[in-house]
């Protein structure tokens, strides 16, 4: 459509003599405005609005006006000869300028663009004041003004058609505080009228920059309002008020000076009167309760010191004591509080016996009595004096004035402070001597130490170990009781009694080894290892012991290779027993069809016991030879009803630590049915799983695998313990149900369901254990509504974050530590993998200094 939807038509104005003519007037006749508020024309709209008049002319006509005396001079062909630039760089500088344009300036524009000579123009007889009037409401009403020019307009308005804001809100229909929001963002700075037109900053904020009367302090809250956080995103509006409001506007309820007194400083005047006060201009401060707040914070500061300059001079007239400098800074060592050490303030009522400040019980007698007060001069506020007394001229003071109970409480703190204070030396003396000769024998003894090459005794050793036992926690406790055979019950006791009684050059170097044998995936994958997974310390003690590291190592991976072709050639022959038996023969679908369809399930074969667990190859041979000698009787290989199911892989042996008793490797199960002779030690083929002594019973128990503050539930850290050779998933499938303890983390399965078949709330969610067991408490924020109780420990899975440097965490676990603890559920952003775990950035949301904390994996629940 050829029509600019952004122009709109004009309300012919009433002019003298003969109205308006509508004609078609030639582009090239046309002299653009020079009061035109409209600036900016972008080249892309106005490219598309040439290209739709070239295809169906101009339909809405420009206001022109004929050609003022005043610009003859300036559009003569001389003129445009020698002038190249806009107006007349598009205009045919042989054609004679007949018309001045006053509305429609982006179709004259386009027309020029498209080439289209003559172009559809109403022609009034106006002014100069009735041109800029009709260009100014003309330019108002489009729909892309900006409030920048939108202000500006109103100003020129103002300006040249001597307008009140009430008369161009009424011509303009608007209100008379739109007009004045919109008129007072002129007083902005350039630096602010800049990022106002450029879309830095949008109005509301504009207009917050506009009432602080100072440019310093406007550039100040500019700074604010256009600083970004770590995602890129400005304060909101509400933010930047409230920054405002706190920082550049002051109450005058609070001033210590006569906010009426006009003295003060003479060329500011009295604070009622002053037009930077909220209540002058009630319409551009509708945010702000209360009309005296001052807006100018410069001014108001210069009041007080020049109040506080005039108290001085009073005081010392007065013959008065004033403390100042580094005295008044010893009494008032704290900026949260006016209290004076050892003084009571005459104008505070907290120093008072009663409700009421000291002056009105005390002002007379001390009037009378001659007494005078000290002036101490408050070293955090610039100025400000405070009245005080000590408590020894308070007390008679009170009595003189007839509060003689008030008098004798005041004597009776008097006492009580002088015995406190005397407690409180005589304490100080008594810790300083505990103190120093601790520290004296511990010198002595260094000194002693080296000079005669002294090794530790065996109770040092153990003081050691003790200290080493102390910094464990429950999940590690529970990894060495099972290392040490210590059983499940009080894991902390028992390696706490056991540290007791233990050879303490071996236990420490087992508790030495056991911290240092963590292995951190996280920092080889960040290129962040930094000497973390050299385990030096390990490798130290495991030389003493004569372990061969490099023959475990190709061992372990021999083991793993195994594995895992043992695994691909159990999936091959499942895969052939289940194509093999895809085709049931007659009497078994006649057997499955029985009871109205239902298939029927064999009883199980009465005190029959379970077959001893077979070796990965064992079983996958088992299951081979089974589906040969079905092949060979011409029977499908389905499983029967009275068949148990195939055995399964036999725990391997742990490997044999230095220090603790090795495990004994289970008997190989037997491929037939048929007892088999086992060794000293092992249960018998009939055993239940899971029940007896030995490595049977303790299949199920928690393995030494997590370090630090990780936590594995009880079959995934068997799986991550298992040694060479042991297939960490058969562990899960020995019949124990996982356990988890309080302070790990998991996550509850997905699609997790209540009793009543809905999806609970917390199903996928990462979650804190805050009670242990089979049945479960789960947290997963602070409120009391952020809590599960009753989950089911089979409903839930290990969890262990996933940083990514530049994206979001939550901090799920914070530890005991202040520090730590005020981090606990907050969001953060990773900023780098350093050597103890990744440094988390948490940004105050009031818009304070980012902080930083280092948490590890175990504590953290990645965001994204």
């Not at 170097?509 to 080889?524: G, P, Q, V």
């Not at 996958?620 to 499983?639: D, Q, T, V």
Request: charged fraction near 25%; hydrophobic fraction near 40%.
């Amino acid at each position: 459509m050829a029509t600019d939807q952004n122009d709109s038509v004009t309300v012919a104005l009433p002019t003298p003599g003969a109205g308006p003519q509508m004609r078609m007037v030639a582009v090239s006749s046309i002299v653009a405005s020079l009061t035109n508020p409209r600036k900016v024309f972008k080249q892309e709209p106005l490219q598309e609005l040439a290209d739709s008049i070239k295809a169906s002319g101009v339909h809405q006509p420009i206001l022109l006006r004929p050609l003022p005396a005043a610009r003859v001079a300036e559009t003569s062909r001389a003129a445009r000869t020698s002038a190249p630039a806009w107006p007349f760089a598009t205009t045919n500088k042989g054609e004679p300028i007949e018309y001045e344009l006053v509305a429609g300036e982006r179709r004259w524009r386009a027309c020029q663009l498209a080439d289209v000579g003559e172009i559809p123009a109403m022609i009034r007889d106006l002014t100069d004041a009735q041109t800029l009037e009709v260009q100014v409401i003309e330019n108002l009403q489009r729909e892309d003004v900006t409030p920048l020019e939108e202000a500006e307009g109103y100003e020129v308005l103002m300006r040249t058609s001597e307008l009140n804001a009430d008369q161009v809100g009424a011509k303009i229909g608007k209100s008379r505080s739109y007009v004045y929001a919109r008129l007072k963002v002129l007083d902005l700075c350039s630096q602010a009228r800049e990022a106002l037109r450029e879309g830095k900053i949008d109005f509301s904020r504009g207009l917050l920059l506009a009432r602080i009367p100072d440019e310093k302090l406007q550039l100040e809250a500019l700074k604010f309002c256009t600083a970004t956080n770590w995602q890129g995103e400005a304060p909101s509006y509400r933010a930047c008020a409230a920054h405002v409001q706190q920082n550049y506007m002051l109450k005058l309820g609070d001033a210590r000076f006569k906010i009426t007194d006009a003295s003060l400083v003479p060329t500011a005047g009295s604070c009622r009167e002053c037009s930077k006060r909220t209540g002058a201009h009630p319409e551009l401060f509708e945010d702000v309760s209360g009309a005296d707040v001052c807006t100018d914070p410069g001014c108001y500061r210069e009041k007080e010191e020049a109040f506080a300059a005039r108290q001085k001079a009073d005081a010392l007239e007065q013959g008065l004591t004033i403390i100042e400098g580094r005295e008044a800074k010893a009494l008032m060592p704290h900026s949260y509080s006016s209290r004076v050490e050892g003084y009571l303030r005459l104008d505070d009522k907290m120093d008072s016996p009663t409700d009421k400040p000291l002056r009105r019980l005390i002002g007379k007698a001390m009037e009378a009595a001659g007494v005078r007060p000290t002036l101490v001069a408050n070293p955090h506020k610039a100025g400000e004096l405070v009245a005080v007394l000590s408590p020894d001229q308070v007390a008679p003071l009170l009595a003189a004035a007839g509060h003689q109970e008030l008098a004798d409480g005041e004597q009776k703190k008097i006492e009580s402070d002088a015995r406190a204070e005397k407690e409180k030396a005589a304490a100080a003396r008594k810790d300083a001597y505990e103190s120093a000769w601790r520290w004296n024998v511990m010198l002595a003894s260094w000194r002693s130490i080296q000079d005669k090459a002294l090794q530790p005794t065996d109770e040092v050793l153990r003081a050691v170990v003790e200290h080493y036992v102390g910094l464990l926690n429950v999940d590690q406790c529970k990894a060495l009781c099972k290392v040490l055979e210590l059983g499940k019950v009080a894991p902390k006791e028992g390696v706490s009694q056991w540290a007791e009684t233990a050879e303490p050059g071996a236990a420490l170097m087992l508790l030495l080894a056991y911290r240092d044998s963590a292995y951190h995936a996280w920092a080889e994958r960040y290129s962040q290892d930094r000497g973390l997974n050299k385990n030096n310390t390990l490798r130290q003690i495991a030389s003493i012991a004569g372990v061969d590291v490099e023959r475990v190592q190709r061992e372990t991976k021999e083991s793993q290779k195994q594995k895992v072709k043992a695994e691909a050639e159990r999936e091959a022959a499942k895969a052939a027993a289940q194509k093999t038996a895809s085709t049931p023969p007659p009497a078994a679908q006649a057997s499955a069809t029985r009871a109205k369809g239902k298939p029927t399930k064999a009883p199980a074969a009465r005190g029959q016991a379970p077959a001893p667990k077979a070796t990965a190859r064992e079983a996958s041979a088992a299951i081979a030879a089974g589906l040969a000698a079905l092949e060979a009787e011409g029977r499908p290989p389905a499983a029967q009803a009275d068949q148990a199911p195939p055995p399964a892989a036999a725990i391997s042996p742990l490997m044999a630590w230095p220090f603790p008793k090795a495990r004994v490797e289970k008997a190989p199960a037997a491929p037939s049915n048929e007892a088999q002779a086992v060794p000293d030690g092992q249960p018998a083929a009939g055993a239940a799983p899971g029940t007896g002594d030995g490595a049977s019973s303790e299949a199920h128990d928690v393995a030494p695998t997590a370090q630090g503050d990780d936590a594995l539930p009880v079959a995934d850290a068997q799986a991550a313990a298992a040694p060479s050779g042991e297939d960490g998933a058969d562990v899960g499938t020995q019949g124990a149900a996982a356990t988890w303890a309080a302070g790990q983390l998991v996550r509850v399965k997905e699609g997790l369901k209540g009793p009543s078949g809905k999806v609970r709330k917390i199903s996928g969610r990462v979650c804190l254990v805050e009670r242990g067991g089979a049945s479960l408490v789960l947290r997963w924020g602070p409120r009391r509504d952020e809590m599960a109780v009753d989950v089911s420990a089979d409903d839930v899975e290990a969890y262990t974050a996933d940083p990514i440097v530049g994206k979001r965490v939550r901090v799920m676990r914070a530890g005991l530590m202040e520090d730590r603890r005020k981090f606990l559920w907050r969001h953060g952003t990773v900023r780098a993998c350093r050597e103890d775990g990744w440094d988390i950035n948490f940004h105050d949301p009031k818009g304070g200094l980012v902080q930083s904390k280092i948490f590890d994996t175990d504590e953290l629940e990645s965001i994204e």
